[in-house]
Protein backbone atom coordinates (compact mmCIF):
# COMPACT_ATOMS: atom_id res chain seq x y z
CA UNK A 1 0.00 0.00 0.00
CA UNK A 2 1.05 3.29 -0.85
CA UNK A 3 0.65 5.69 2.11
CA UNK A 4 -0.59 9.01 0.86
CA UNK A 5 -0.39 12.34 2.63
CA UNK A 6 -1.85 15.43 2.58
CA UNK A 7 0.36 16.69 0.15
CA UNK A 8 -0.25 14.15 -2.19
CA UNK A 9 -3.70 14.96 -2.71
CA UNK A 10 -2.63 18.62 -2.92
CA UNK A 11 -0.35 17.59 -5.66
CA UNK A 12 -3.60 15.76 -7.54
CA UNK A 13 -6.02 18.19 -7.43
CA UNK A 14 -4.48 20.75 -9.97
CA UNK A 15 -3.40 18.13 -12.07
CA UNK A 16 -6.81 16.52 -12.27
CA UNK A 17 -8.47 19.79 -12.89
CA UNK A 18 -6.19 20.87 -15.96
CA UNK A 19 -7.11 17.18 -17.10
CA UNK A 20 -10.96 17.90 -16.66
CA UNK A 21 -10.44 21.13 -18.19
CA UNK A 22 -8.52 19.43 -21.09
CA UNK A 23 -11.30 16.73 -21.24
CA UNK A 24 -14.57 18.79 -21.31
CA UNK A 25 -14.03 20.40 -24.72
CA UNK A 26 -12.62 17.27 -26.75
CA UNK A 27 -15.25 15.25 -25.30
CA UNK A 28 -17.83 18.09 -26.35
CA UNK A 29 -15.77 18.73 -29.67
CA UNK A 30 -16.27 14.40 -30.23
CA UNK A 31 -19.79 14.38 -30.02
CA UNK A 32 -20.31 16.46 -32.80
CA UNK A 33 -23.30 18.70 -34.51
CA UNK A 34 -25.85 17.12 -36.35
CA UNK A 35 -25.18 17.77 -40.28
CA UNK A 36 -27.89 19.74 -41.69
CA UNK A 37 -29.91 18.14 -44.52
CA UNK A 38 -28.72 19.00 -47.48
CA UNK A 39 -30.35 22.28 -49.46
CA UNK A 40 -33.89 20.49 -51.18
CA UNK A 41 -33.31 21.30 -55.38
CA UNK A 42 -35.71 23.78 -56.69
CA UNK A 43 -36.56 23.31 -60.67
CA UNK A 44 -36.73 27.36 -61.83
CA UNK A 45 -38.24 27.96 -65.25
CA UNK A 46 -36.92 30.77 -66.94
CA UNK A 47 -38.94 31.31 -70.28
CA UNK A 48 -36.18 32.36 -72.97
CA UNK A 49 -37.08 33.33 -76.49
CA UNK A 50 -36.42 32.05 -79.61
CA UNK A 51 -35.64 34.03 -82.40
CA UNK A 52 -37.98 33.70 -85.09
CA UNK A 53 -36.80 33.50 -88.82
CA UNK A 54 -39.03 34.83 -91.36
CA UNK A 55 -37.94 34.88 -95.21
CA UNK A 56 -39.25 38.57 -95.68
CA UNK A 57 -37.50 41.06 -97.44
CA UNK A 58 -36.53 44.55 -97.12
CA UNK A 59 -38.70 46.47 -99.20
CA UNK A 60 -36.93 48.66 -101.67
CA UNK A 61 -35.94 52.53 -100.64
CA UNK A 62 -38.05 54.78 -102.32
CA UNK A 63 -37.45 57.63 -104.44
CA UNK A 64 -38.03 61.02 -102.10
CA UNK A 65 -38.78 64.40 -104.03
CA UNK A 66 -36.26 65.89 -101.51
CA UNK A 67 -33.35 64.43 -104.15
CA UNK A 68 -34.81 66.28 -107.01
CA UNK A 69 -34.25 69.75 -105.71
CA UNK A 70 -31.97 71.97 -106.87
CA UNK A 71 -29.80 75.08 -105.48
CA UNK A 72 -32.31 77.06 -107.30
CA UNK A 73 -35.55 75.69 -106.07
CA UNK A 74 -38.12 77.79 -105.10
CA UNK A 75 -39.00 77.99 -100.77
CA UNK A 76 -42.40 76.36 -101.92
CA UNK A 77 -41.06 73.79 -104.02
CA UNK A 78 -38.57 72.76 -101.34
CA UNK A 79 -41.51 72.81 -98.88
CA UNK A 80 -43.98 70.89 -101.25
CA UNK A 81 -40.71 68.45 -101.67
CA UNK A 82 -40.13 67.98 -97.97
CA UNK A 83 -43.87 67.25 -97.31
CA UNK A 84 -44.20 64.64 -99.96
CA UNK A 85 -41.40 62.80 -98.69
CA UNK A 86 -42.78 62.93 -95.23
CA UNK A 87 -45.81 61.34 -97.04
CA UNK A 88 -43.61 58.83 -98.40
CA UNK A 89 -41.36 57.73 -95.51
CA UNK A 90 -43.91 57.13 -93.53
CA UNK A 91 -46.08 54.61 -95.81
CA UNK A 92 -42.67 53.30 -96.21
CA UNK A 93 -42.32 52.61 -92.19
CA UNK A 94 -45.86 51.08 -92.23
CA UNK A 95 -44.79 48.83 -94.75
CA UNK A 96 -42.00 47.55 -92.51
CA UNK A 97 -44.00 47.17 -89.89
CA UNK A 98 -46.75 45.25 -91.70
CA UNK A 99 -43.77 42.94 -92.86
CA UNK A 100 -42.32 42.49 -89.78
CA UNK A 101 -45.84 41.32 -88.29
CA UNK A 102 -46.32 38.63 -90.38
CA UNK A 103 -43.28 37.32 -89.11
CA UNK A 104 -43.71 37.65 -85.03
CA UNK A 105 -45.84 34.49 -83.52
CA UNK A 106 -49.04 35.10 -81.59
CA UNK A 107 -48.31 35.27 -78.62
CA UNK A 108 -49.93 31.85 -76.89
CA UNK A 109 -47.45 29.84 -79.06
CA UNK A 110 -44.48 31.04 -78.12
CA UNK A 111 -42.58 28.15 -77.11
CA UNK A 112 -39.56 27.97 -74.20
CA UNK A 113 -37.36 24.88 -74.04
CA UNK A 114 -36.04 24.20 -71.18
CA UNK A 115 -32.35 23.66 -72.79
CA UNK A 116 -32.20 27.03 -74.09
CA UNK A 117 -28.95 29.31 -73.03
CA UNK A 118 -27.16 25.78 -72.31
CA UNK A 119 -24.90 23.71 -74.95
CA UNK A 120 -25.95 20.69 -76.91
CA UNK A 121 -23.40 18.25 -75.05
CA UNK A 122 -24.50 19.90 -71.43
CA UNK A 123 -28.03 19.34 -72.16
CA UNK A 124 -27.55 15.99 -73.07
CA UNK A 125 -25.45 14.90 -70.18
CA UNK A 126 -28.05 16.62 -68.11
CA UNK A 127 -31.34 14.47 -70.00
CA UNK A 128 -28.80 11.48 -69.50
CA UNK A 129 -28.61 11.06 -66.08
Do not use: H, N, W
Not at 45 to 73: Q, Y
Not at 76 to 86: C, F
Not at 103 to 119: H, K, N, V
Amino acid sequence: MVKRGPQTGARLAPALILALALAAPLAAGCAGRAEPPPPVPVTVKVPVPEPVFCPATAPARPALPIASLSEDSSPADTMRAYAASVVILKGAVRQRDEILAGCTREPGSASFSGTAGRSRASARAASSR
